[in-house]
């Protein structure tokens, strides 16, 4: 496993750990219009031909806010690792973070690793 912090000038902390063919984004602090051009960048690279990992899993589980940019920012990467025929997945969805992907109905365009209830009490998938 190697594991890279990336600095950001934000409220956000990004590290990445690799796991075989996998890369786990373990995101702590708030996703808004001034830290998703981080986020936007470090998902991007990973994306890159020739680097691409099977899977990537993004944990949300360190972020206390999440700003409409940000959810932006992960159906581009979403639609690029789809592009690519790599894995996405998110976990670690819960409140606010949780309801505004529900409220926006992008919940549903990603596949999730947590067994957990949503905000309106049905089962996340």
């Known amino acids: 496993m190697t594991r890279i912090a990336i600095p950001s000038s934000s ?26 051009p ?22 949300l589980a360190g972020i206390a806010y999440i700003e409409t940019s940000g959810i932006a920012t992960l159906i581009e990467a979403l639609r690029i690792a789809r592009h690519h025929q790599t894995n996405f997945r998110l976990q670690g969805l819960s ?6 992907f529900e409220v926006t109905g992008v919940l549903a365009l990603f596949e999730t690793n947590d067994s957990r209830q949503s905000s309106s009490g049905e089962k996340v998938p």
Not at 38 to 51: A, E, F, K, Q, Y
Not at 95 to 100: F, H, I, M, Q, T
């Open 38 to 59: 981080d986020l936007r960048d470090r998902l991007r690279t990973l994306l890159s031909p020739g680097t691409l990992p099977q899977t990537i899993i993004v944990d």
């Open 95 to 100: 409140g606010a973070v949780l309801r505004l």
């Open 11 to 36: 409220n956000l902390e990004i590290s990445v750990d690799q796991v075989g063919n996998d890369a786990m984004v373990r995101l702590s602090g708030r996703i808004d219009v001034d830290s998703s």
